[in-house]
């Protein structure tokens, strides 16, 4: 019953902590784990005396593990919010809005976060509910996972030209008209695709390292510059008004609620395909769970992108029983930690039942959290000195870069800003930036 | 000069400029004892192979020694390695449960810098230190000095050290006392009779006549 109650109490904590990082933008989830994993030393040593109890030592890495999945998972509920009232562009200059932030200037912010919580809790369930189909589909006696890895090389590259394939912005450049511009704009996220490829090759080959002896993820900087900086720079440099925030409970009408049910069950299994291939991200699942669905609604789109990230996060935790590969930086984090054990039978493995109690519990707390906080971002953001929050975001960044992978970082951070604005300013889709690491993988696999 | 300007300028240009800077920055050259001291780095180390094996997802666990201290290489993939060889890896350093490994992300990273066959050494170099070889495919001179059944016995030149060499009958060797030989075969310690001992139990082991002896 302790035990339980341990475990409990480390999904908490792991939660609390899945707040705070969620609610600080351009952090990614990946990039708190090996945070986390860095820092997993000082809770083992803080949680010695459990040992002195009686617990093997194998529990407290269990524990921390349960922490880290629960607090990765709490992340992807959290990070909706500031992603929806932060970074929002001045819609009459920007070239594409993201949907949260269009529905932050109709005054539903807090829609647009009751949406996506919608979105992530019931992506838990669909996934639970899964859980063992899946299990029996990507391992024995189907085993997808091997078909996969034979035709990985082709998967990818079927992914990489729908991305590009499927974009719709247009860009005018030579005064050409008609089609032109759609085909400029797939040219150009070709562009963005291939030159964040290139910085991939280049960046692995980069030696960082830490000025104060942490662990140094040469990814670090590179994620935070392609995708979470350049959203902050240029919300510094518009200044939208942002309309008062409508704060009232969403209530979802029948077709709203159909629709939502889709978005769960397409989005669930675009992360399921995340967190089986590797190299694609969850933008890259939105595309493929839209495009399977063939609606761009921007709520349902909210709803969609929810349930692949946490999807993903899910099922990145039975992937690591499953085919024993990490899929996210929380799972290397928990791979590091504690000794996987192959879920190859019916019955499922004991750190996994664990695990899936954490997930389940960190997915329940983090729904009901989300639309609490939510609610106080909506009331209390026109009193919050956004100027001021997005710079003191873009200096923790850039301090986190430089105390986990020094100066070389902080060059690597510039340049993959630079990138990252390739996008935003285009107009194109950010997760063609996502060449970063498909191309890679792609020319591993040739 | 606009955002948009700035931003093609500064991608394609940043990315060119860590390019030239990836060409000069190397990973840091280490020996295994060293590991510990680089957990989440990318280095480059040197090993003797002890043991190998395919995984089912076609990547390959290697162990390599360097005098007392092993560490477990991770590649992605397979390559032609075999015991005694000595190979240079370049991967990330990390700690899983209590060994300390090398993620070798691509069979590039991983050279053969020495096979064990093409490197013979006299038998008192197995004498100073036994431990280093233990467990490996090694090729040793010596003379012959008595012939039995199943094994015969080599010396060194000014008999200070003597190794018991086990062969399998139908190898049919022609042995003459006196005789110097290289002998290809894997290092081992027999536990029964607390001594060290060659065994030729590979395809590729053999004991070969010097011409000069």
Excluded at chain 1, 109 to 122: D, I, P, T, W
Excluded at chain 2, 7 to 16: M, R
Aim: proline residues 4%; negative net charge.
């Amino acid at each position: 019953m302790f035990t339980l109650f341990l475990v409990i109490f480390f999904c908490l904590l792991g939660v609390l902590t899945g707040i705070a990082t969620g609610l600080l933008p351009g952090l990614h989830v990946n990039n708190i784990a090996l945070i986390l994993l860095s820092i997993s030393g000082v809770f083992v040593s803080s949680f010695g005396f459990l040992i002195d109890m009686g617990f093997p030592s194998d529990f407290i890495f269990l524990l921390i593990s349960v922490y880290i999945i629960s607090c990765s998972l709490a992340h992807t509920f959290l990070d909706c919010i500031p992603s929806t009232f932060l970074g929002a562009p001045d819609p009459d200059t920007a070239l594409s809005v993201l949907p949260a932030h269009s529905l932050l200037m109709e005054g539903k912010g807090f829609e647009a976060v009751s949406l996506s919580a919608l979105g992530s809790f019931g992506a838990v369930l669909f996934c639970f509910l899964l859980l063992v189909p899946i299990r029996f589909v990507i391992g024995s006696p189907v085993f997808f996972y091997e078909t996969l890895r034979e035709i990985m090389l082709f998967v990818l590259l079927a992914v990489s030209l729908l991305m590009i394939c499927t974009e719709k912005s247009k860009i005018e450049c030579f005064g050409l008209k008609k089609h032109w511009p759609s085909i400029f704009g797939m040219f150009f996220a070709l562009f963005v695709f291939l030159l964040s490829g290139f910085f991939g090759f280049v960046i692995f080959e980069i030696v960082v390292d830490s000025p104060i002896g942490l662990e140094s993820p040469v990814l670090f900087p590179a994620l935070a510059g392609l995708f979470g900086m350049p959203t902050l720079v240029t919300s510094l440099m518009t200044s939208p008004v942002i309309p008062e925030q409508k704060l009232c409970d969403t209530v979802l009408d029948e077709k709203t609620k159909k629709s939502s049910f889709l978005s769960v069950v397409t989005g669930s299994l675009g992360g399921i395909l995340v967190s089986i291939i590797p190299g694609i991200t969850s933008a890259t699942g939105t595309v493929i769970s839209m495009n399977v669905r063939g609606e761009s609604d921007k709520k349902q789109t909210i709803v969609t992108l929810s349930a692949v990230n946490t999807a993903c996060a899910f099922f990145v935790v039975v992937m690591m029983f499953v085919i024993l590969r990490s899929r996210s930086g929380a799972a290397l984090a928990v791979m590091e930690i504690i000794a996987i054990e192959e879920w190859s039978d019916v019955l499922i493995p004991q750190y996994l039942c664990y695990l899936l109690i954490a997930v389940l519990l960190a997915g329940t707390f983090s729904y009901f959290l989300t639309l609490k906080i939510g609610k106080i971002f909506a009331k209390k953001f026109a009193n919050v000195p956004y100027t001021l929050i997005v710079k003191l975001t873009i200096s923790m960044v850039a301090v986190l870069v430089f105390l986990f992978t020094g100066f070389m970082g902080l060059i690597i951070l510039l340049f993959a800003t630079f990138i990252g604005l390739l996008p935003v300013e285009f107009g194109v889709r950010r997760s063609h930036c996502m060449g970063i690491l498909l191309i890679p993988i792609i020319f591993y696999f040739i | 000069m606009n955002l948009k300007k700035l931003s093609i300028f500064f991608a394609t240009s940043g990315t060119l400029f860590l390019y030239f800077l990836s060409l000069l920055s190397e990973p840091v050259v280490v020996e295994l004892s060293d590991l510990p001291d680089y957990e989440g780095k990318k280095v480059t180390t040197t090993g003797i192979v002890t043991d190998y094996f395919t995984t089912k997802f076609a990547s390959q666990m290697i162990t390599i020694k360097d005098y007392n201290f092993t560490a477990v290489v991770y590649l992605e993939g397979t390559c032609d390695v075999e015991y005694g060889d000595k190979i240079q890896i370049v991967g990330e350093v990390q700690r899983y449960m209590d060994d300390w490994e090398v993620i070798v992300d691509n069979k590039k990273n991983l050279k053969i810098v020495e096979k064990w066959d093409n490197v013979s050494f006299p038998i008192w170099q197995l004498a100073q230190n036994p431990g280093r070889y233990l467990g490996l495919n090694v090729n040793v001179t010596g003379y012959v000095e008595s012939i039995f059944d199943s094994y015969f016995y080599i010396v060194d030149i000014e008999n200070k050290h003597s190794l018991i060499v086990f062969y399998e009958d139908y190898m049919g060797l022609s042995l003459h006392p006196g005789k110097k030989v290289c002998i290809s075969a894997k290092f081992l310690f027999d536990e029964k009779n607390l001594r060290y001992k060659l065994e030729l139990c590979d395809e590729r082991h053999g004991v070969f006549l010097e011409t000069k002896g």
